[in-house]
């Protein structure tokens, strides 16, 4: 299949985990180049993929990026906006330089994005941008009050960009991916006890995969999902509250 033919797409934070699965899929159907950012270095070995180390909350390199990208290949279809970090504290044991971190990666860093690539998807009048929020974002989670709020903020900024975006007609659509726990290096330090009681939270009493994130990610980056935007899909094999 291919079913981002031709497409040029930026994805965050994909040296690893839920990003890198998004660039393996995206790159395996038929896009043109993915662009792969990440604050670590990456390498890969299909030809269409790309390796940018950047770090997203450095704003006059996001703005640079973005002209760069738009300059070689005078498209831009799809940005992920993946890359996330957590900073886990009980409310009242959390540090503002923890609470400002989070913010910056998870919630500025892609308005950075989005802001310097609007004037060229504005121009090109059609785009896909995605979104990386969270079942925490969705409900809640105890420990995780900043990155919560940004992964609920996340999906404020998705539904207001669905909104700006088209104002002038051009079909950019907007939606959010909220993944409930996925198996990757992220969720590495969580003691196995706690993996154990998440699991039996979970109506298929497993894990989620980097790969079904991806395929929801494929999904909104094709044409299928032409008339879908200001949505949060979510996977999570069935999240209990
Ligand atoms: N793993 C989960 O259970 C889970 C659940 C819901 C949502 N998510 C979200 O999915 C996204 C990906 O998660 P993951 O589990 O693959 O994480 P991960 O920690 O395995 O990978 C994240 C990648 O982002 C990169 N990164 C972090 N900050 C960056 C920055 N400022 N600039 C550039 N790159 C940066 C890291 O270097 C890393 O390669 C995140 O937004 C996360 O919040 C993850």
Excluded at 4 to 27: F, H, P
Excluded at 82 to 109: H, Q, S
Excluded at 120 to 133: A, F, H, K, R, V
Excluded at 195 to 211: A, S, T
Aim: charged residues 20%.
């Amino acid at each position: 299949m291919n079913r981002v033919l031709d497409k040029v797409c930026i994805v965050t934070g994909s040296a690893q985990g839920i990003g890198r699965a998004i660039v393996e899929t995206y790159a395996a159907e038929g896009a043109k180049m993915i662009i792969a950012v990440d604050m670590q270095e990456a390498s890969y070995n299909e030809s269409n993929i790309r390796a940018v180390t950047l770090d997203t909350t450095d704003k006059e390199g996001v703005i640079s990026l973005i002209k760069s990208v738009w300059d070689e290949f005078g498209r831009l279809d799809v940005i992920v906006n993946n890359a996330g970090i957590t900073r886990d504290a009980l409310c009242n044991k959390m540090t503002d330089d923890n609470w400002d971190l989070v913010m910056d990666v998870n919630l500025k860093a892609p308005h950075y994005i989005i802001a310097a690539a609007t004037p060229y998807l504005m121009e090109q009048g059609s785009g896909s941008i995605i979104n990386l929020s969270s079942v925490s974002g969705v409900y809640g989670n105890i420990g995780q009050l900043n990155y919560a709020a940004s992964k609920a903020g996340l999906i404020g900024m998705t539904k207001t960009w669905t909104k700006e975006l088209s104002r002038k007609g051009a079909k950019i659509r907007c939606n959010c991916i909220a993944p409930g726990y996925v198996e990757t290096p992220m969720i590495k330090t969580v003691p196995e006890e706690i993996i154990e009681k998440i699991k039996n939270k979970i109506l298929f009493k497993e894990l989620v995969q980097p790969i079904d994130v991806a395929y929801a990610a494929l999904y909104l980056a094709s044409e299928e999902s032409r008339f879908i935007t200001g949505q949060t899909l979510e996977i999570s094999g069935g999240w209990l509250m």
